[in-house]
């Protein structure tokens, strides 16, 4: 069973793969991709890492939606209507792909991979926390937050309206002047 | 921690979740009626009036199929169809009483990932029609999930961390003498509201709204239409019935038997939700968004610290 699904996900997601490059379309594009990582998700529950498996599906399903926003938006035609194609510099992609998979198509074949020592923990969840992690989840977590103020915060001094735009020169005024109306306190 | 449910309940899944839909649905038609035409006369006219989606559901059925000038229809048709298989596959860890088709060991991590997929599902129905007004109704269904996400997932990780499990069945044992809700009322709250942001519903119903011709749906016709529609439903209810046993203790309660509570639990959540509809106007996204960032992700994060503070002192 686990045999027949392996291989079921694992051709889903290599046809995928090369339809993401075949499409004339970004959207069937960008959904084709998120369909091969998908597979690749449901690959890794496979593997009995169920919580990794998951949250690959979670998170690359978010990404690809936001993604083909962003790839739409940003495309040289008016808004990516137009037919399209992934491949560029065919010959030298080509090339760097050829190479790429023979090297890791070597990798694969020449490294001594170690036999299963031990037994799968109960909970592989609890033990993939504890390798990453080990002790220093609270330096993480605090690293976690630490990182997402600078973005706030970098977000915050790029933004070409400031404060003084929106309160006025002496930040006194009592209602900030937005473009957008509505939200909090206003 | 929760039973395994034996094989035949992964058929009953899908069909009772539909007619759970189904039957909140004729409510809602039921009282849209009442606001459009007053109270019904007869207990016979309110059937009928209740009985309003299902005719809606033959009807498209059974109507010609509209087609829009070079759609991707295969995209559409994914659109549509993958809308109710999210909300299926979400109520997998959904437990009635204390068994669920499947009690995952990373049950919340699993519903959250389905929900993403309803992402994909709308903007893939709102582009593929090649409608600009339907095309707008997806982009909006992502920029609102963008808004609501991100307190969504901390409301719910705060229900994990009381339980310290991600278990659906573990964080409905962990309520049996207390109900989350007790002492998570903000969590219970944005998950409230994120569930009708996440179905669309209420006072987040612009990506489907009026002013769009109907938005993200509002090409699709025939059976696409029905499932796309229906899908909405059903992640509306799947939503909703997350909640009991998230914060409202599952099928725990006194007398009655388990399953029975959470049927009770469930229907009290979705009439606040389909109630709630009718009271308060559409919100605009990007008035909600700020709402989202500046409101209640603080305030998720400080539901999240007391609960982790309880937990860590136990």
Redesign the interface.
């Known amino acids: 069973m686990d045999v027949a699904v392996f291989w079921v996900l694992a051709v889903l997601a290599v046809v995928c793969g090369v339809m993401v490059f075949r499409f004339d379309?970004m959207?069937?594009a960008t959904?084709s991709l998120?369909a091969s990582l998908l597979c690749v998700g449901g690959l890794v529950v496979l593997l009995g890492l169920?919580?990794l498996g998951?949250?690959i599906?979670?998170m690359m399903?978010?990404e690809?939606?936001?993604m083909?926003?962003f790839m739409v938006m940003y495309m040289m035609n008016p808004a990516g209507l137009m037919p399209m194609t992934m491949i560029h510099n065919k010959k030298g992609a080509a090339v760097v792909c050829g190479l790429v998979f023979a090297l890791l198509a070597a990798g694969i074949l020449l490294a001594p991979w170690p036999a299963r020592r031990g037994r799968a923990p109960a909970?592989p969840?609890m033990e993939l926390g504890m390798s990453l992690m080990g002790p220093q989840m609270l330096t993480m977590m605090t690293l976690g937050m630490a990182l997402f103020a600078t973005i706030v915060a970098t977000v915050v001094l790029a933004t070409r309206r400031g404060r003084y735009d929106r309160f006025g020169d002496d930040l006194r005024a009592r209602r900030a002047d937005d473009p957008?109306r509505?939200?909090?306190g206003r | 921690m929760g039973e395994r449910a034996p094989l035949w309940a992964v058929l009953v899944l899908p069909a009772l979740l539909v007619g759970v839909a189904l039957v909140t649905a004729g409510f809602d038609a039921l009282l849209a009626a009442g606001a459009r035409y007053g109270r019904p006369g007869s207990l016979r006219e309110a059937a009928v009036r209740a009985a309003e989606p299902g005719r809606q559901v033959l009807r498209q059925l059974v109507q010609q199929p509209r087609r829009t000038r070079a759609s991707d229809l295969p995209l559409a048709r994914i659109g549509a169809a993958l809308l109710p298989v999210a909300a299926v596959l979400a109520a997998v860890v959904l437990p009635l009483g204390f068994r669920s088709v499947s009690d995952l060991p990373e049950g919340i991590v699993w519903f959250n990932a389905m929900e993403a997929l309803a992402w994909a599902a709308v903007w893939l129905a709102g582009w593929g029609p090649n409608s600009t007004l339907s095309l707008i109704g997806g982009y909006r269904f992502l920029a609102q999930g963008l808004t609501y996400e991100l307190p969504h997932m901390l409301a719910i990780t705060t229900a994990a961390l009381g339980a310290e499990s991600l278990r659906v069945g573990q964080v409905v044992d962990a309520q049996a003498g207390l109900w989350f809700v007790v002492w998570m009322p903000v969590a219970f709250g944005i998950y409230l509201l994120s569930a009708m942001a996440m179905a669309f519903w209420g006072p987040f119903d612009q990506p489907a709204g009026g002013d769009v011709a109907g938005g993200a749906g509002g090409e699709l016709s025939g059976a696409d239409r029905v499932l796309f529609l229906g899908g909405r439903w059903l992640l509306l209810v799947v939503a909703a019935a997350f909640s009991v046993p998230l914060f409202l203790g599952g099928g725990h309660g006194p007398l009655l038997p388990g399953w029975a509570w959470t049927v009770l639990k469930t229907a009290a959540v979705l009439a606040f939700l389909v109630g709630v509809r009718r009271a308060i106007p559409t919100v605009r996204t990007e008035r909600y968004l700020e709402l989202a960032w500046v409101v209640l992700t603080p305030l998720a994060i400080v539901q999240a610290l007391v609960v982790a503070v309880v937990v860590l002192n136990r």
Do not use: E, H, K
Request: glycine letters at 8%.
């Open positions: 379309s959207a069937r959904f998120l169920d919580y998951i949250v599906v979670l399903t978010i690809m939606a936001i083909a926003v909970d969840t957008v509505g939200g909090v």
